[in-house]
């Protein structure tokens, strides 16, 4: 009988599976990012059956309205901003991917959060990377509560599989996923096959146990390890820790998540005693010079569930080049051009010959449309080399034909500027508050035109 072929290719950046190798993936463009995928036997690992796990659903077909819905309580882990990212808590059974680069402090993040929730919960954590002498001294350094928590040097899933359901932790944290590896798969640690059936043993050991499980998983920049992209169809929430360029500033934020909103933004700053909450992230984006240079704005943005203010810089300067640079970071690039066309056409604005640098400070990422209107305002200030108020908040979408359309939760955008101390605000006309608003000068604006005018 002819060997039965298992084997797949698959993309490193989106996970794509093929049957044949090809230079480029079909399904993201990327090139050179398939890689063989050995599956072995793994399915039916023997440690797993031995525990009476079979892997196999027993198939039956229920109505949907007749499923048993016992409100699992969610886990509340203690930190404010670790919940909120989470959407309230963690949920029993769900497997949590908690992705970012090499030292953005990840496994700074899950070994507080881990001490203060083993109090109440058993949970184990399993460090792949490091020894437990020098997670114990972080520990200790970190002055967290070590002596409930339980700790373990593995790397070999099965091991870690069979320790599992002996000590059967509510919550299991395995840091990292890239050093975890499975005997059945015949290929190197960190790579994707690798990657991806370990942690779909581990997950489905979370899953039939209804264990809290918290993956670490590093990505890099030219993801030639096996990022976390391969994973993120598999689990019920990815978030990642982001440090803005240099700062000690950490962001947390989720991309996908089964159990809650997504976008939502928890800051965080990396002290000599780990990772401290902020409670406030506005003001940590908001620190300006007393002196307010041209080009520089403050745009209130939506994150998730929240206002948060954020400010935006524009650099308009002639250009040398044949083709005029168009620049942003944080922000659309083709939003860009598309508002700059808009500029020119209904506010009588002609930049084809000067470069375009727009920056959102602080590493933050503004997609939201709401930008659009702070954006062009920034550009014509820094154009005429005219600053714009310092007590100046701005929020916004800019239609095609030049008209300001409103935007989600215009109040509490209102109300957070209000907080911190702004006094004018130019805004859509839909946004415009009913009631006056104290302290807060509201400019309610429908044309681009009249936006411009405001500010002259
Ligand atoms: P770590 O959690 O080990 O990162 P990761 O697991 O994501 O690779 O954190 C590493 C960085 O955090 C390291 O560069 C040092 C810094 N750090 C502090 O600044 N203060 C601290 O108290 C700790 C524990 C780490
Ligand atoms: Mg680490």
């Known amino acids: ?130 020894s437990p002498q020098q ?49 059945d798969v015949a290929s190197a640690p960190g790579s994707v096959s690798q990657v991806r059936e370990s942690a779909a043993m581990l997950i489905r050991y979370a899953k039939e146990t209804n264990t809290v499980l918290l993956l670490v998983g590093h990505v890099t920049k030219d993801g030639v390890i ?38 939502e933004l928890g800051v965080f700053a990396m002290t000599d005693k780990g990772l401290r909450e902020v409670p406030n992230p506005s003001a940590i984006f908001l620190q300006r010079g007393d002196e307010v240079a041209s080009g520089s704005l403050v745009m209130v943005i939506w994150e998730g569930t929240r206002p948060l203010l954020v400010e935006l810089q524009a650099l308009v300067d002639p250009s040398h080049l044949g083709n005029p640079r168009r620049v942003t970071v944080g922000l659309d690039h083709n939003r860009l051009a598309m508002l700059l066309a808009v500029l020119h056409r209904h ?21 939201e449309t709401s930008a659009d209107l702070a954006l062009i305002l920034a550009v014509i200030s820094s154009f005429r080399d005219r600053p714009l108020p310092r007590d100046l908040v701005v929020f916004g979408e800019v239609g095609l034909s030049g008209e300001i359309r409103p935007v989600p939760n215009g109040q509490e955008r209102l109300r957070e500027a209000v907080k911190h101390g702004f006094k004018r605000a130019v805004v859509p006309a839909g946004n415009a508050p009913k009631k006056a608003i104290r302290g807060m000068e509201v400019i309610a604006v429908r044309k681009l035109t009249d936006a411009i005018e405001a500010l002259d």
């Open 226 to 263: 096996a990022g976390p992209k391969v994973l993120e169809h598999m689990i019920d929430c990815s978030m990642m820790l982001e440090s803005s360029n240099d700062s000690h500033f950490r962001t947390l934020r989720c991309n996908k998540n089964r159990f809650g909103a997504i976008n």
């Open 347 to 367: 506010g009588g604005l002609m930049v084809g010959d000067q470069d375009v640098f727009v920056n959102v400070v602080g590493g933050v990422k503004a997609l």
């Open 135 to 183: 997670v114990a001294m972080r520990a200790s350094r970190l002055e967290l509560p070590s002596d409930k928590l339980q700790i373990m040097a593995e790397t070999s899933v099965e091991a870690i599989c069979a320790a599992a359901i002996q000590y059967q932790p509510k919550i299991l944290v395995v840091d990292s996923i890239q050093v975890m590896h499975l005997d």
């Open 1 to 130: 009988m002819a060997k039965q072929k298992i084997s797949s290719y698959v993309c490193n950046d989106c996970g794509a599976d093929f049957n044949k190798w090809q230079g480029q993936c079909a399904e993201c463009g990327a090139w050179n990012t398939l890689t063989e995928l050995r599956i072995g036997s793994s399915k039916n690992s023997s440690v797993m059956r031995n525990a009476g796990f079979s892997g196999a659903a027993n198939g039956s077909i229920s109505v949907l309205s007749e499923i048993m819905l016992d409100e699992v309580p969610r886990i509340i882990t203690g930190s404010v901003e670790f919940d909120l990212v989470l959407g309230g808590g963690l949920v029993p059974g769900s497997c949590i991917l908690v992705g970012g680069e090499p030292g953005a402090g990840k496994s700074t993040l899950l070994l507080q959060h881990l001490c203060s929730l083993a109090q109440n919960h058993k949970s184990l954590y399993v460090t792949g990377e490091e």
